[in-house]
């Protein structure tokens, strides 16, 4: 079993930053990948980032590609989600999720994620 608590939501102006982090604790962090999704208020849950069990393979959405940055320290159990310039339609509830499969590769699919934390709500304003 993994316990996931996220941290570092709150409200920020569109232009700023907010930097997320997800503390795990149960099976060996090393072990498995990591994701950040969001989910907005009447909207499916998309995949945000993704960061494979060493840290060597990242994945990035489109729309938050060269402004988000999902990075991980295994020493500390945590995973985190560095935000820069925050646009509006960024406000969501952000999650981090844990892959328990090979840790390896990644995924982008909810389903593929065993374990979820309980979220963190991001507002961007205008």
């Known amino acids: 079993q993994v316990q996931l608590v996220e941290s570092g939501g709150g409200l920020v102006q569109a232009g700023g930053s907010l930097r997320l982090s997800c503390a795990a604790s149960?099976?060996?962090?090393?072990?498995?990948?990591m994701g950040w999704f969001r989910q907005a208020v009447g909207k499916e849950r998309e995949c945000v980032a993704t960061i494979n069990r060493s840290g060597g393979t990242t994945y990035y959405a489109d729309s938050v590609k060269g402004r988000f940055t999902i990075s991980r320290d295994n020493a500390k159990n945590t995973v985190y989600l560095q935000m820069n310039s925050l646009k509006p339609e960024d406000t969501a509830v952000y999650y981090c999720?844990?892959?328990?499969?090979?840790?390896?590769?990644?995924?982008?699919?909810?389903?593929?994620?065993?374990?979820w934390g309980q979220g963190t709500q991001v507002a961007v304003s205008s």
């Open positions: 149960g099976r060996t962090f090393s072990s498995y990948a």
């Open positions: 999720a844990a892959d328990l499969r090979t840790g390896w590769s990644t995924s982008t699919r909810p389903y593929d994620y065993e374990h």
